[in-house]
């Protein structure tokens, strides 16, 4: 289980830093120590078998344990771009680990895993972060990785992670998990239990998560359509109502 510590430094890592990318200057890295100010430095690395960011900054070099360092951000790789390819992205993530630009590379490479069937490259990424963030990894990136285990044909951990989420998760995250439910059901077949059991209850309890409210809502709709359902008119209504084309 992460730690209170833990955690607050994931948040961190996921959160804009307090110096603006206007304010960063090209050459510099910002480092955030707890209980201290962002600061400018020269260079930062980080010592994976030490557990330490070694810092170099006007010709002074010394060295910070991990666990005093809220977040380190080095100047954006040039690489990391909208166009990015999965080679260039992996890469940062390696190049960059602990170090920022690693979990920005990761939120841009898990679709383009799902896109080219990369199953297990999505899964070993994911548990690696994971056991980084912990909680503050965003839904949509789980919601990503539970379609990985279920390409992947790992349904036994897949159905434990929802199970999981349902019962322990974030509102944000248990909504992903009920519509991810409604997916797998739908998939089986199983076409009113996946209306039911899945996409109404994103739509009906968590109706103020946003982030999967569309995509729940046309599920919903989609799935009452096939059934021939009689509430379909009234939450196509909704879906339309809510997100206008």
Known sequence: MLTRTTTLCAVALLA?????????????????RRGHEPELVDS?????????????????????????????KPPQPGTLRGDANIAQLEEIVATYHMRWWDIEAFKTLMPLYLETKAYKKAIRIYDGMDRRLGPAIPAAIQ???????????QHKTLSDAIQGTIANGSRESSAWA????????HTDGKREEALIQGYLKTVVLFA??????????????????ELGDSRFDIFKRILVEEFPQ
């Open 16 to 32: 804009t830093s307090h110096l603006s990318a206007e304010t960063q200057p090209a050459a510099k890295t910002i480092l955030k």
């Open 44 to 72: 930062v690395t980080y010592k994976k078998f030490g557990r330490v960011y070694s810092v170099r900054d006007g010709g002074a070099t010394y060295t910070v344990g991990e666990r005093s360092v809220e977040y380190c």
């Open 143 to 153: 919601n990503l990785y539970w379609q990985a285990l279920d390409g992947d044909g």
């Open 208 to 225: 103020d998560i946003k982030s999967c409210r569309k995509r729940a809502l046309e599920k919903a709709t989609s799935t009452m359509h």
């Open 178 to 185: 009920y519509l991810m439910r409604g997916d797998l059901l």
